[in-house]
Structure formats: C-alpha cells, structure tokens
C-alpha cells in the first residue's frame, strides 16, 4: 500500500448534456431502470458487512507490512475470558531468543549467589544482636497493648485484601485485543477468499476461545472482508515517512500505527515492543506529541514544540526495530 489512505481525488463534474436525436433512447421496458431502483433500495455492500461484524463483536484488520499486505482479524475482550497465545514453540525457534534467555538466566544465577552472600551476612548480623540482647531484654507489652496490636494488624488485613481484590477484578474485567494467530504467530491472508476458507475448515486459533467464533465460521462470506478505514493500518511507510522529517510526518499514520502496535504486541506477548511503546519511553512522547498537535488549538501549539525536540533518527530506528519484531512473529497465507 504506497500511497496514503487520505488523499482526496477532486473530479470535474460537468453540466448534463441532452443526447443527440440521433442516439437512441434508453427503453424503459427492457428492465434497467427496473435493477437501479432495486439498487437504489438495497442496503449498501459496507452496511450489511457492519452487520456481521458488529453482532459478532469481531472485526476485519488489513495490515501492511514491508513484505506485503494481508487480512486477518481482530475482537477485544475482558482479560479474564481470554487465554493467551502460546509463545513455547515461538520462542524456541527464534535463535536470538534462545540466546537471550541463557543470558537472562545466567544473571539471574549470579544475582542468586550475591543475594545469599547478603543473607547470610544479615543472619549473622541478626544472630549477634539477639545473643547480645539476651541479658537485657526488653519490658514486654500489657496484654492490652498486644490485644490492641494484634486487632490492628487484623483490621490492615481485612483492609488490604478487599483492595488486592478489587484490583484483580478491575485487571480482570479490562478488555484485551486477541487476533486470528496460533502459537504465537500472527495470521496473515493475501486475499479474503483464503481468510474466509481458514476460518471455515476449523483449523485451531486463539480466536476460537471467543463464544461468537462458531457463528462467524458458519456466516461469514468474502465479501464481508472489508475493513474500516480506521482498522487499516500502513505500518510498510512508517519509517519513510519519519526519515522524512518533522514537517512530513503524518499524524494519522502514525497514531494509528502506534494503536495497531501496541495492540499485536500485547496479543501476541511480544515485551520488547509493549517496553518501546510504554508510557515515558521516547516513542510514546512522540505519540503524545502527535495526538496533540492533530487536536489543534494551544495543545496542537505545544505539540508542535515538543515533536521538534524527537530526533526524526532516533523514532526512525525505533519504528524499524517494532516493524521489524512484527513481521518476524507474521505467518503469511495465501
């Protein structure tokens, strides 16, 4: 997808012209005034797609990436119906990956060996000062002192547990992105026939958790493979068109390709991306940036400002290392 999804084609219209006695007239009898009008009734292609899509909760996403384009699909969630995708497989064909976590688990073994080191000095520490406190012990609390500590301790107890709850409720009630992938791979389809054709022949997927899969695989035809404008996402010109400069960055793409991003990331368990695009990170101000500066007024001003203080090579890199990431967990089907 090379050019941009916003570009606006102005047409000449021009004044309608009588036809020449010469040319015949069209004859209402043969029938084609009759198919317009039926046209003209029948709801659009796009409403009836929204349909399906909206009673099902699930969406249509086209992606395009440096390899190509594809279609694949997208619903959210609360975070507790949901079991997330298994990376086991993923993960141990990744050569890099395997290193990397030799490398983790090697530190964590020397951060083991110093953290007993430290322990062991604290129980000598501890050992020493309670053989030195034997000869003076302290005066020990009135049984209503200690029935008082003890009914405050059981009060922050019962405080604290309510609270540890609510927030697991909350976590749990959050909606989550999932996508059409398996395994830790993301499903991408080069034409919606062989989208559709995977989602009939049953073949096992995340998405098949949800409790409207069945339905959408008994209902769903090619021709409803048609993705919003919102849910199209070009991340194949995000790097260009940050080497671009300021000037030409394009907030829309951008934004969007930020949502897109941080939505596979958190779907199919990718860290190193959710750590690139979290909140306080450079890519994320430059995110913050933009949304400021396409809501206009004085926060479009300042955010103006602050994108002239993101260095364009710095968000470059960045972006090609997510893209990169992306297209390195995409399986592609045609």
Sequence with gaps: MGSPKH???SVARQSPQRPDADEPE????????DEVEEDAERPS????????????????????LPAGTGFTLRAYR???????????????????LARRQAVETDD???????????????????????????????????????DDTADGDADA????????????????????????????????FKTPESLVSFVRSGA???????????????????????????????????????????DTWDSTLLIEAGEVARDIAYALRLPAVLDMLSAGSSLDDLDEALRATANGG??????RRRLKKIGAQTASLGWRTIVGKISAVVDWRD
């Design 7 to 9: 570009t606006e084609v």
């Design 26 to 33: 069209l004859d209402e009898t043969d029938g084609t005034l």
């Design 45 to 64: 292609a796009r409403e009836a797609d929204r349909a399906l899509w909206d009673e099902l909760r699930i969406d249509p996403v086209e992606i395009a």
């Design 78 to 96: 609360p975070a507790r119906e949901l079991t997330p995708t298994d990376v086991a497989e993923r993960d141990q064909d990744d050569p890099f």
């Design 108 to 146: 964590e073994d020397d951060e083991v060996v110093i953290l007993d080191e430290e322990l062991a000095a604290e129980f000598a520490e501890a050992d020493a000062e309670e053989a030195d406190g034997k000869s003076r012990r302290r005066k020990p609390a009135a049984d209503g002192d200690a």
């Design 157 to 188: 107890e019962a405080t604290e547990e309510p609270d540890d709850a609510e927030d697991e409720d909350e976590a749990g009630d959050e909606e989550v992105p999932v996508f059409l992938s398996h395994r830790g791979k993301l499903l991408l």
């Design 204 to 246: 096992p997927n995340d998405m098949s958790q949800l409790d409207s899969w069945n339905e959408l695989s008994e209902r769903v035809e090619p021709a409803d493979i048609v993705p919003l404008d919102e849910d199209t996402y070009e991340l194949d010109l995000v790097v260009e068109n940050l080497r671009g400069g300021h």
């Design 298 to 303: 004085i926060g479009g001003f300042l955010g």
